[in-house]
């Protein structure tokens, strides 16, 4: 049996924690630069608020209408659900975490208590130690139990936990559910399947295996296989990522190479940091840069470069070096630049880098080993980007004293405080 543990409305789930007051309340969480919604209390949601409006369009279009927003503050909702998933680490055999806000949890040798029961008892005992709420599912298959989760999520009858045990608990439960829901399915496969008539996950699960193989791939085979209660999506095939991207629309324009620098290095920099945590390493560093297309009275402009590195790497040096030589190549006078990004590729384990003579040097190797570990334990410990590169920093507006972070540097008008994070930040009990 495999349980799924998805946080609710996570990042507004997150500021309701420390502001209780917008409990019933409807709250939205925007994007970087407060650009457009990415998060939703059920109260927006059933206001009409959809996942991608501008934020300048709310007032417009829910005019007289009260609604809590927030700046995205990541630093607060990392270190919220990493309590949340420490919680679930100490009560289960196995546990992997797939995203910020969910992971899987195998609970071989689990089978004898009363599962749901369990769940309920688990949702309950995050809510008191964290304050968060999340939704359950339980299934035989993962696939199984990220929509049985939905189920949880869904309807209040199931008290936060949804376990489908029983053939006929999962055909009826596949009956109700949109195949363009369906975890593993995309979004052009759903419109492949729904022109040919099949509407719901029971109408592709009744399908012939063979019929599947020969119309689709392996991936979406595994999905059937799943949804008729055949476990065969291993942990491994979802633990590493194939590419890593990390990429930025700006506050305003950028026309000055400098700042277009700084910018690409903090997004390298994050890039780096990510293929450290899930324990790889990158042999192919790129950049794109581009100018806003809505603005027609503008020149435009768009430009992408890529460098492959001789011997695979996770260094925030080799990382950050690569991608502002691919900047340099692509880097254009006299545009205005509303956006850019970097993307690692060619990821492999960190235990399986294959060398390269030309360039590998151990004592080098080691040496910058040791320096990303001791700043991003620096940074766990104190805070994100107490300390970074140098190439990292922005110049001061007025071009003197220290440069503000990258954290900083975007639009966050709305942030809340760090909460849990920064002792400034600790909540006063009056």
Same mark, same amino acid.
């Not at 109260?43 to 409006?53: L, V």
């Not at 008892?121 to 990220?146: D, F, N, W, Y």
């Not at 489908?164 to 009956?175: F, G, P, Q, T, Y």
């Given at each position: 049996? #495999? ?26 969480? $925007? ?65 992997? +975490? ?6 899987? *949890? ?55 936990? *949804? ?6 608990? +999962? ?60 476990? *065969? ?16 629309? #700006? ?5 000055? #190479? ?67 030589? *691919? ?41 910058? +080993?040791? $320096? ?59």
């Amino acid at each position: 049996m #495999f349980a799924i543990i998805d946080c609710d409305n996570c990042f507004v789930s997150c500021e309701r924690v420390f502001r209780p007051d917008l409990n019933g309340k409807p709250v939205v969480v $925007l994007s970087n630069n407060d650009g457009c919604v990415v998060a939703r209390s059920n109260e927006a949601k059933a206001m009409g608020i959809k996942a991608g409006t501008p934020y300048y369009q709310l007032k417009e279009l829910f005019p007289g209408q009260e609604i809590a927003v927030f700046s995205s503050n990541y630093e607060l909702y990392i270190d919220m659900t990493d309590r949340v998933m420490s919680l679930i680490r100490k009560e289960v055999p196995e546990f992997y +975490r797939y995203s910020i806000d969910e992971g899987f *949890c195998m609970l071989k040798g689990l089978e004898h208590l009363d599962l749901k029961a369990w769940g309920e008892e688990m949702h309950q005992r995050i809510k008191q130690c964290t304050g968060m709420p999340v939704s359950i599912g339980i299934a035989s298959t993962k696939t199984l139990a990220k929509m049985a989760s939905h189920y949880a999520k869904k309807y209040p009858g199931f008290h936060h936990c *949804c376990y489908i045990n029983h053939v006929s608990r +999962r055909d009826k439960a596949l009956e109700l559910y949109p195949i363009s829901e369906v975890w593993g399915i995309g979004r052009q496969y759903a419109k492949r399947l729904e022109a040919i008539g099949i509407k719901t996950a029971y109408d592709f699960a009744t399908q012939s295996r063979s019929w599947v193989r020969s119309t689709f791939n392996v991936v979406v085979e595994r999905t059937w296989r799943e949804l008729n209660g055949e476990d *065969c999506i291993l942990l491994e095939d979802m633990s590493k990522k194939k590419s890593i991207c990390t990429s930025r629309s #700006f506050p305003g324009m950028v026309n000055d #190479f400098e700042t277009l620098r700084t910018s690409i290095s903090n997004f390298a920099a994050h890039c780096a940091e990510k293929l450290r945590k899930q324990q790889s390493a990158a042999a192919i560093v790129s950049v794109f840069i581009d100018t806003n297309h809505f603005r027609e009275d503008l020149p435009q402009y768009w430009n992408y470069a890529e460098e492959r590195l001789l011997t695979p790497s996770s260094s925030t040096q080799d990382i950050v070096q690569c991608a502002l030589r *691919c900047t340099k190549q692509i880097y254009r006078q006299g545009y205005q630049y509303k956006r850019a990004g970097v993307i690692v590729m060619g990821i492999c384990p960190d235990t399986a880098v294959q060398t390269n003579f030309i360039d590998y040097d151990s004592e080098k190797y080691e040496k910058k +080993r040791k $320096l990303d570990e001791a700043i991003d334990r620096i940074n766990r410990i104190n805070g994100s980007e107490t300390v970074v590169l140098g190439a990292q920093q922005y110049t001061a507006k007025d071009g003197k004293g220290r440069a503000s972070i990258f954290r900083d540097s975007i639009k966050h008008d709305f942030r809340s405080p760090s909460y849990t994070t920064k002792w400034s930040d600790i909540p006063e009990a009056e």
